[in-house]
């Protein structure tokens, strides 16, 4: 078997793989689609539970893929995800396995999970208070996201990271608060700086809240300390909090960008190869795939995919176009 890796030009290697199992949500934030939903892609368009589980077979056995991370939309939506998760971990015993998830399904499937072999889960909240949850997911589900957490907790899928992203004028004012919650339960605690990448393209520079202004509000209720260890290609900034009550980390994709250091490959639900997350470009494996394909023919295809990927992803250049796809089509 051969073994090759996915480089890039700038001498990056991709070793961690998102992979996309559906663009569908149970939630409709404000910030990621509009509120009647999207055009979902047509089922035959998604790749089976076969076909995706073919995929990180050659992305570990022939690729060097270390790490896997479900996304979505929603992945919890998808009914083999127990069953994809557990023929995942049988590729290995070190094969890292996550999961981000608006944890709606969690209480249900923690368990499960847990037994077919995952290691942990992220889990997106953005606010503490049920009003504001209801007016950014447009959803009264805030209860269910608790109650899916504290499963999560229950069955070992630690360490157990929230990420959040603050929204001007909705929740700017709850930063030290959601800090708050999350360290009473052991949580981890990650701000996000809002990405353009919502399906109305309304994402705009000035509104979003940067790094900074996170770091401004959080310092007013605690001290934050460097973490010691370096970050290498982890996109959050970490730090100590109250000299060890927990930590809280600050993912500043938009100004502070990390690309240089980035070790990530995505998949999208309907077979597609995505080198960045901001990528105008996409290619095609679900074709191979479905055309009889060998392994080796589909990790080559794979492998230039890669070779392709940009030095950055450009958002702060003013030629900077949204990809088409909102995030919810692309996988977090």
């Known amino acids: 078997m051969s073994h090759r890796v996915l480089a890039d030009r700038f001498g990056r290697v991709a070793t961690d793989l998102r992979v996309s199992l559906t663009d569908r949500c149970n939630l409709r934030c404000n910030y990621c689609m509009p509120a009647e939903g999207l055009d979902w892609l047509p089922g035959d368009d998604v790749l089976t539970d076969d076909e995706v589980v073919r995929l990180i077979r050659i992305g570990v056995e022939h690729l060097g893929i270390a790490e896997i991370r479900f996304t979505g939309g929603e992945p919890l939506i998808r009914r083999g995800f127990v069953d994809i998760v557990r023929r995942s971990r049988e590729l290995g015993p070190g094969l890292g396995l996550s999961v981000t998830t608006n944890a709606l399904g969690l209480a249900k499937t923690a368990h499960a999970l847990a037994e077919a072999g995952l290691d942990r889960v992220n889990v997106s909240l953005d606010t503490v208070r049920p009003d504001t949850f209801r007016e950014i997911t447009r959803r009264d589900r805030f209860a269910d996201v608790v109650a899916g957490l504290s499963a999560a907790q229950e069955a070992g899928l630690g360490p157990i990271k929230v990420n959040a992203v603050l929204l001007r004028g909705t929740n700017d004012d709850q930063a030290g608060e959601l800090l708050a919650w999350c360290l009473e339960r052991g949580y981890e605690l990650r701000f996000i700086e809002q990405m353009p990448l919502d399906a109305q393209h309304g994402w705009n520079r000035e509104a979003m809240i940067t790094a900074d202004e ?116 692309i996988g977090g």
Request: hydrophobic content about 35%; proline content about 5%.
């Open 214 to 329: 996170i770091f401004a509000m959080l310092e007013r209720d605690y001290t934050l300390t460097p973490a010691s260890e370096p970050r290498g290609s982890a996109p959050a900034e970490l730090f100590t909090v109250d000299g060890g009550r927990g930590t809280v980390g600050v993912i500043a994709s938009v100004t502070r960008p990390f690309c240089g250091d980035c070790d990530r490959v995505r998949l999208t639900a309907d077979g597609q190869v995505r080198n960045c997350l901001f990528a105008r470009s996409e290619s095609d494996l679900r074709t191979a795939l479905r055309g009889g394909g060998s392994d080796e023919e589909i990790a080559d295809r794979w492998v230039v995919a890669m070779a392709g990927k940009a030095a950055g992803h450009g958002i702060d250049d003013e030629t900077f176009l949204q990809p088409d796809r909102p995030m919810s089509a």
